[in-house]
């Protein structure tokens, strides 16, 4: 977490609403550049400060003063999005910001039966997180289009595929013996290593381009059945045995992760900010974790 000893005057000062794995994962590739960072959570712990809906910041206007760079991670609920409901009128009379970016989902493209998407593809979700998630984009964009000043021109959406790294893959689940082998035919899932989000997030802060929106995902989509088999192959293990997705009785929750089947395109990462993937798909993934 961001001890509150950062906090101290910089030209650059990052703000976290959510200091989670995102977050954390951006905040170690920032540390040692001068970066003040400071951020929220749910209970105020690790040198955090507390926000929710309904427990705002208590003096927005002395603990954003200063900020440059705003992160955006906490997810919509059937309301909107809390911060900019919360803070929408503190972000936009920041004298000094110059970005925020808000992290969304690639399901708000919904099923595309196995078919591309890029940036330009309308969304079209097909669950209610996805609908919150498109609803929050535009609530987004549009408080950026009626600020009419340059933190207005700072927004940037991100939108992310299945986020793993430290402590969250298919390595743990299956030492963990929690990993299940579900398989849809035809369908497969879109990821991204944390470190890889962090290094798009980065490059978007050092070039900042308001309004855009960004699709962040490695190069391959992948069955998640393929993923396990792997990992277990890499571990020296036996993969769980494969059960059919019409026979795994998953959650509501869980179920509606195969109801979108697509395949996310990630050219305006590495065209406009220059990215270059330091885990192109899932195997540069978790052989990098393994031997970590």
Request: aromatic share 8%.
């Given at each position: 977490?961001?001890?509150?000893?950062?906090?101290v005057?910089?030209?650059?000062?990052?703000?976290c609403f959510?200091?989670?794995?995102?977050?954390?994962?951006?905040i170690?590739?920032l540390?040692?550049?001068?970066?003040?960072?400071s951020?929220?959570?749910?209970?105020?712990?690790?040198?955090?400060?507390?926000?929710?809906?309904?427990?705002?910041?208590?003096?927005?206007?002395?603990?954003?003063?200063?900020?440059t760079?705003?992160?955006?991670?906490?997810?919509?609920?059937?309301?909107?999005?809390?911060?900019l409901?919360?803070?929408?009128?503190?972000?936009?009379?920041?004298p000094n910001?110059?970005?925020?970016?808000?992290?969304?989902?690639?399901g708000?493209?919904?099923?595309?039966?196995?078919?591309?998407?890029?940036?330009?593809?309308?969304?079209?979700p097909?669950?209610r997180?996805g609908?919150?998630?498109?609803?929050a984009?535009?609530?987004?964009l549009?408080w950026?289009?009626d600020?009419?000043?340059?933190?207005?021109?700072?927004m940037?959406?991100?939108?992310l595929?299945?986020?793993?790294?430290?402590?969250?893959?298919?390595?743990e689940?299956?030492?963990q013996?929690r990993?299940?082998?579900?398989?849809?035919?035809?369908?497969?899932?879109?990821r991204?290593?944390v470190?890889d989000?962090?290094?798009v997030?980065?490059?978007?802060?050092?070039?900042?381009?308001?309004?855009?929106i960004?699709?962040?995902?490695?190069?391959?989509?992948?069955?998640p059945?393929?993923?396990?088999?792997h990992?277990?192959?890499?571990?020296?293990l036996v993969?769980?045995?494969?059960?059919?997705?019409?026979?795994?009785?998953?959650?509501?929750?869980?179920?509606?992760?195969?109801?979108?089947n697509?395949?996310?395109?990630?050219?305006?990462?590495?065209?406009?900010?220059?990215?270059?993937?330091?885990?192109?798909?899932y195997?540069?993934?978790?052989?990098?974790?393994?031997?970590?």
């Amino acid at each position: 977490m961001a001890a509150r000893g950062w906090l101290v005057a910089s030209e650059k000062n990052l703000f976290c609403f959510g200091m989670g794995f995102t977050a954390q994962a951006l905040i170690w590739q920032l540390g040692g550049r001068g970066w003040a960072i400071s951020g929220t959570s749910r209970d105020g712990a690790g040198g955090t400060m507390t926000f929710s809906r309904e427990q705002p910041l208590t003096d927005p206007v002395a603990v954003l003063a200063r900020a440059t760079h705003v992160l955006l991670s906490i997810p919509p609920d059937d309301d909107g999005d809390p911060v900019l409901a919360c803070h929408g009128a503190d972000l936009a009379a920041l004298p000094n910001l110059r970005w925020l970016g808000y992290l969304s989902t690639t399901g708000v493209y919904g099923d595309r039966g196995g078919g591309w998407v890029d940036e330009e593809t309308p969304p079209a979700p097909t669950h209610r997180r996805g609908e919150r998630r498109v609803a929050a984009e535009r609530a987004w964009l549009d408080w950026a289009d009626d600020t009419k000043t340059d933190n207005g021109l700072a927004m940037h959406i991100f939108r992310l595929a299945g986020i793993y790294g430290p402590g969250r893959n298919a390595l743990e689940t299956l030492r963990q013996g929690r990993a299940r082998r579900i398989v849809k035919p035809g369908h497969v899932f879109s990821r991204i290593h944390v470190d890889d989000l962090a290094s798009v997030l980065a490059a978007s802060m050092a070039q900042p381009n308001g309004g855009a929106i960004y699709n962040v995902c490695d190069d391959e989509a992948a069955p998640p059945q393929d993923v396990i088999a792997h990992a277990a192959k890499l571990l020296g293990l036996v993969p769980p045995p494969e059960i059919p997705f019409d026979r795994a009785e998953l959650s509501p929750m869980a179920a509606s992760f195969y109801r979108d089947n697509k395949r996310t395109r990630n050219d305006r990462i590495k065209g406009e900010l220059g990215v270059q993937l330091r885990y192109p798909d899932y195997r540069a993934g978790l052989a990098a974790l393994l031997e970590g």
